[in-house]
């Protein structure tokens, strides 16, 4: 019989990272589910139970290093870690330009977006290395990728999870370790909901904006990293894979309203 994998899940209640400790639990995971929001977690860890998951919850903000402690800690109890998902990052702080950012901001934007990671990572690696075999996969962002006004710290981070991943990957391959990543875009989640990105906008806009003509729905984003983590993706590592609904593709590309063609402007049919 084959061993129950142990999957570790940061920001693992709502959004994308709650979609994603859904989803491997549901796949057969042992899930430890970290997560800043308790009562959020709380509901999580219930909801997972519930289905007949197995579930190990550790609160508190990954940026802390005594909670990357206590994620180590409940990876030994369980004797194994097969699944990082290094899964949290923000935005916010945010500023309406650079020029009106602070170092303060700066610093908490990579404690968020990419500190955490290296940290977590470190911590987990050598297990992982020891077993010969493991699954990493990072979130990162389309806006690593492209040009985000407003936003210039948090997009250098997340390129700087994205240039992570690819070197990481090379490094721990010859150990077994697969390193990926996902940049979502998009996501219509808590963090990010649709009717905060329409910003009272008609929402039939939306299949003009993207060539997929929609949001992304968490299980989108979840359903990648299950298959970056599992066995079908076994000869992929070093990747970044857009999750997009198309718009790094389309790179400022739109629909016509009036259906005829494509526009790089927007506001006009």
Known sequence: MSQQRVSVVTGGALGIGGATSRRLAADGDVVILNDIDGAAAETACAEIEAAGGRVVPVVGDVVDDAVIDRIVAAVREQGRVDVLVNNVGDFRPASKTFLHSTPDQWQRLYDLNLLHVLKLTHALLPIM??????????????????????????????????????????????????????????????????????????????????????????????????????????????HTVPVDGGTLAASGWYGRVDGKGWTNMPDRP
Request: net charge negative; aromatic share 8%; hydrophobic share 40%.
């Open 129 to 238: 290395v020891e077993q010969g075999s493991g699954a990493i996969v990072n979130t990162s962002t389309v806006e690593a990728f492209r040009g985000i006004p407003g936003h210039a710290a948090y997009s250098a981070y997340n390129a700087g999870v994205s240039a992570f991943t690819k070197s990481l990957a090379v490094e721990v391959g010859r150990h077994g370790v697969r390193v990926n990543a996902i940049a979502p875009d998009l996501a219509d989640t808590p963090q990010t909901s649709a009717s905060a990105m329409l910003r009272g906008r008609d929402p039939d806009l939306v299949r003009h904006w993207l060539p997929l003509g929609r949001y992304g729905h968490v299980d989108d984003y979840a359903s990648v990293v299950a298959f970056l983590a599992s066995d079908e993706a076994r000869f992929v590592t070093g």
